[in-house]
T-cell receptor, first 115, second 113 residues
Framework: AQSVTQLDSQVPVFEEAPVELRCNYS??????LFWYVQYPNQGLQLLLK??????LVKGINGFEAEFNKSQTSFHLRKPSVHISDTAEYFC?????????????FGPGTSLSVIP | GAGVSQSPRYKVAKRGQDVALRCDPI?????LFWYQQALGQGPEFLTY????????KSGLPSDRFFAERPEGSVSTLKIQRTQQEDSAVYLC???????????FGPGTRLTVT
């Protein structure tokens, strides 16, 4: 069975500093990987996804993530954060064998940007 | 264009009451998902529809939970005889099959007292 671990439940960071949100997954098969963001009182929004090809994936709002198969990781990074990046971030996984787009979410990391 | 909408946004129910939560997906989206999100947790899969067919209901926590999408568009999640542990945000998402992109609604926050 697939599972997703997000080691940091809360990450405080100063404005304009870089940030990395960690994500590790466990799966016995090849996977697709995703990062979603949830702003307060809003639904989840897709930041980026890895399906195939280059292991470095660029998303919206200046975020990028790198797929590392040997370490089963998909960490999210941004070189310089803004106050508006304060939100909950969810890593998610889906496997090739599922006949539809079923996604399993991690527990989330709360990013707080400090002015 | 319009995104996914859900109603009501907030629902307070007394224990034992039945509730119905509505999801209006993006027009033309074949896939529809329901998730349950407890406070401080990630969304947990409940059920999946492809058009009007419910192809996976493995995440429904008990037989008190029932979902339908009779015409392949609007979906309703019904919870019978609500319990306190049902208190959560219920999220609906829709998508085009095969793209792995899900578009989420704002959720319905259910509080059972």
């Amino acid at each position: 069975a697939q599972s997703v671990t997000q080691l940091d439940s809360q990450v405080p960071v100063f404005e304009e500093a870089p940030v990395e949100l960690r994500c590790n997954y466990s799966s016995s098969v090849s996977v697709y990987l995703f990062w979603y963001v949830q702003y307060p009182n809003q639904g989840l929004q897709l930041l980026l996804k890895y399906l195939s090809g280059s292991t470095l994936v660029k998303g919206i709002n200046g975020f990028e993530a790198e797929f590392n198969k040997s370490q089963t990781s998909f960490h999210l990074r941004k070189p310089s954060v803004h106050i508006s990046d304060t939100a909950e971030y969810f890593c998610a996984v889906s496997d090739y064998k599922t006949s539809y787009d079923k996604v399993i979410f991690g527990p989330g990391t709360s990013l707080s940007v400090i002015p | 264009g319009a995104g996914v909408s859900q109603s009501p946004r907030y629902k307070v129910a007394k224990r034992g009451q039945d509730v119905a939560l509505r999801c209006d997906p993006i027009s033309g989206h074949v896939s529809l998902f329901w998730y349950q999100q407890a406070l401080g947790q990630g969304p947990e899969f409940l059920t999946y529809f492809q058009n009007e067919a419910q192809l996976d209901k493995s995440g429904l926590p008990s037989d008190r939970f029932f979902a339908e999408r009779p015409e392949g568009s609007v979906s309703t999640l019904k919870i019978q005889r609500t319990q306190q542990e049902d208190s959560a945000v219920y999220l609906c998402a829709s998508g085009t099959s095969g793209t792995y992109e899900q578009y989420f609604g704002p959720g319905t926050r259910l509080t059972v007292t």
